[in-house]
């Protein structure tokens, strides 16, 4: 499922009082999944890494008190306790990820603190929810390629938990790029829209392998580049990319930018005009579904912060020159990159409606 149907599904589970665990690739966006979670639920986010733990660590180690043995409470726990205090978030929400990636004593003892919520004395509080995520084992119907090396879990303990895919979505991805938090450069929106298939490509044959979270990777390292051109040269932007998603897909992407000779229009540029000229028309007739695509998000969210009549009507006319498929996919998303309030004004613009109708003229 994509990034914004599994939100909602591990917020159900977790309601429902069950633990979510997320499969995925590498980098498919398990963690900012859980992130995204937190920061819309007021949870304090506790992350433990399975693989990073050895045996008997998480558990604590046994120390004596006045004649008794106790457990050394493990300082991720020590995290949940003073973060349950702190009346500013609604709970907490323990992560332990690459839980099929750890020794089989540390997976069993993660397993006692999910299922029975408590180890060697601590006992964790009813606001604190779990997720668990995973790598995807090659035993498993759809991933029989994958390699990671994996401790498979029992039919026992796999039976303890909801299963959730997690899989990658050029539209959820173009959409989270695009906004104001990230703002990725449209010349890697623009290349991505073109190659989708390049988003994330696990079963490449190339050691280096590109996922989301190296294209944010590559996003990061472009700013840099294209704002300090006199400092680096495209060879050695090269070499970053090429380290993030492998020399494939590099190439393609550095003769992809090499060519780029006209900038996208700009929203600032457009919605000066009452009614756009016939020239600025016929130019984006000539325009790639992919760059016209991105100003459509783009003239949206200008839209959504200059919200008046006449840049409603302007829209309207924008997307009349619009390929018909192109046109009604966007016209299909609208609803959920708007506010209501916004949405409802577009229907009762008539040149909104005629470009939708013309789309079935």
Known sequence: MKFSEAISTVELVLESGSVPLIIGEAGIGKTSLVKKICSEDNYYLVN????LLKEGEIGGLPIVENGRTKYATHYKLIEIEKAIKNSKYNGVLLFIDELNRCEHAVQQELMNLILNREIN???LQDNVRIVAAMNPSNKYDGFEDSDYQVVDMDKAQEDRFVWLELTSDIKEWIKWAMSDEVKVHEHIIEFLSTFPEYLNTPNS???????PRSWERVAKAYNVYINNSNNYSIDTFYNVVKGNIGVSIATDFINYIKNIKNPLIKPEELY????LPMDVKEELRKES???LYILAKN???YLSENNTEANRKLFSDLLTCYPKDLR???MKEIKGD???ELYNELLNEDMFLDAFFEIFG
């Open 289 to 291: 579904h992919s760059r």
């Open 205 to 211: 044959n190339e050691s280096i392998r590109a996922t």
């Open 272 to 275: 000066p005009y009452v009614i």
């Open 328 to 330: 009604l996919g966007i």
């Open 121 to 123: 004395g601590f006992r």
């Open 338 to 340: 708007v506010s209501l």
């Open 48 to 51: 433990i890494d399975a693989n």
């Open 299 to 301: 003239s949206l969210r």
